[in-house]
């Protein structure tokens, strides 16, 4: 019902910055909340950022004032800004989103993952 393709990530220097993107596709009646989730080496998948349909957002504590979440409804993509990049943000950033079907049901969706690297 619906794909999740994400981009961005890569390799950066402590205090850089990266932009990531993700594009749903496929058959939906409309797209609820998004968000960005993270998993290091060892640790369980944490919440990074989340933004709802109306453009209200939410942020991990560590990342408050660093990263910013946007989304565009017309394309259907949600972004994460990622400033001030710190090498405890190297981690396996995944896109999560709920969609509602034109049967009127609520799923989620996650994204395949993408590779953020920040070197000290």
């Known amino acids: 019902q619906v794909q999740l393709v994400e981009s961005g990530g890569g390799l950066v220097q402590a205090g850089g910055s990266l932009r990531l993107s993700c594009a749903a596709s496929?058959?939906?009646?409309?797209?609820?909340?998004m968000g960005w989730y993270r998993q290091a080496p060892g640790k369980q998948r944490e919440l990074v950022a989340t933004i709802t349909s109306s453009s209200s957002t939410d942020y991990a504590a560590s990342v408050t004032g660093r990263f910013t979440i946007y989304r565009d409804n017309a394309k259907k993509t949600v972004d994460l800004q990622m400033n001030s990049l710190k090498p405890d943000d190297t981690a396996v950033y995944y896109c999560?989103?709920?969609?509602?079907?034109?049967?009127?049901?609520?799923?989620?969706?996650w994204g395949q993952g993408t590779q953020v690297t920040v070197s000290s």
């Open positions: 496929g058959r939906f009646l409309r797209l609820n909340v």
């Open positions: 999560k989103v709920v969609a509602t079907t034109y049967g009127f049901v609520n799923n989620t969706y």
